[in-house]
C-alpha cells in the first residue's frame, strides 16, 4: 500500500495543529484500498465487492467450436479428466463476507444447465458424446474459498484456499467426493506500456469412495497447472487477454507410482475482456491447441463475472 503525506511544515502553525495532523496521518496507517492493491480489471471483478456483505456471481457459456459455436458437443481439448464434453451454462453464487481489508471468506453452489439450447426444458438428463447420462439441470459443489489480496514489489497478488463437495452425477458416477484445491495468480504491469504479465498457479487433491477400476480409470486424485498469461489494456473498457495451459499435470488413480503424471494437451485461451463497471466484468473468448491448430479442435465461450452490493 502506499500512503500521501502532506507537508507540514509552516513556521505559523501551532504545535497543537501538527499534533492533529499528525494523529490524522496515523489513523489512516494500515487502511488499505483494495482497488490500489488490485488495478488489474478481471482480478478486481473475480475477487468481489469491496463491501463487507456481498453477492459474488460468475456465469460461464462454454460452446461447442468455432464452426458450430451453438453446438452440443464441445471438444475436451484438454484432454482432462472429470471434464464434460457438452456445451453447458455453468455458474456459481456465492455470499462473500470480508473478514479483513485485503481477506473475504465465500460460501457458495454452483449452478448448471448442459446443452441449454439443444434439449426440449422437459428434459432432465442428457448423453454426451461417450454415451454417458447427465444430470441436465444441478445445483452442484457446495464450496468455502478463503480470498487474500496482496501486491509487492508493484506485482498484484490474488491467493485462493477452496474446500468443494464433488456432487454432481458426472462426477459422483468415478467416486468424487470433495476436493481441496489452491490457487494463485500474479499480474505485473510493464510501465505504462499497457502491456502486464502474469502467471495461475493451480494445485488441488480429492477425495473418492468408488475404488472400482472404471472409476480409477477415469479420475485423478491430485493435479497441478502453471498458466501464463498476458494482457494488454487498450483502454478503460476494453483489454487483450491470452493465457495458456502450458503445464498442466493430473495424476491417474490407476497410475502405479505416486510421481506419474499425465500431461494435459496445451491449450491457448485468447479473448476480449471488456469492464462494465467494477463489479461487472466479460471475458468472450476462444480456446485452441497451439500446436495443432485446427477449427473442429477448438471451443468458444463467454464468462461474466457480476458482484452485487
Sequence with gaps: ASFSYGILASGQESSSETKTKLEDVRGNE?????????????????SG???ELSLSTQFSYYGGTVLQPG?????????????????????????????SERG????????????????????????????????RNDIFDPNVTYTYLDKFSGVQSVSTVSLIGNSTAYS????????????????????????????????????????????????SDYYFGIYPCLEYVFNDTFNFRTISGLWAYEHSRNARSPWTFAKNVIYQSVGLGISVTRDIFLYPNIQFQPEHIEAKATNVGLTAYVNVF
Design 30 to 46: 494500515g487502511k488499505t484500498d483494495v482497488d490500489q492493491l488490485i488495478t488489474n480489471k478481471r482480478m478486481r471483478a473475480d
Design 49 to 51: 465487492s469491496k463491501s
Design 71 to 99: 453446438s452440443k458437443i464441445r471438444p475436451n481439448i484438454r484432454d482432462a479428466a472429470n471434464t464434460q464434453t457438452m456445451a453447458a451454462i455453468v455458474g456459481q453464487v456465492s455470499g462473500k463476507y470480508r473478514v
Design 104 to 135: 473475504s471468506v465465500s460460501a457458495g453452489v454452483g449452478l448448471q444447465m448442459l446443452a441449454p439450447f439443444h434439449e426440449p426444458i422437459s428434459n432432465s438428463a442428457v448423453t454426451n458424446a461417450k454415451g454417458e447420462k447427465a444430470t
Design 172 to 219: 459422483r458416477q468415478y467416486g468424487y467426493v470433495a476436493t481441496l484445491e489452491g490457487s494463485q495468480t500474479f499480474m505485473k504491469d510493464i510501465g505504462t506500456t499497457g502491456l502486464s504479465l502474469g502467471a495461475l498457479l493451480v494445485a488441488g487433491a480429492s477425495s473418492f469412495d468408488d475404488f472400482s477400476f472404471k472409476a480409477r480409470s477415469n479420475s
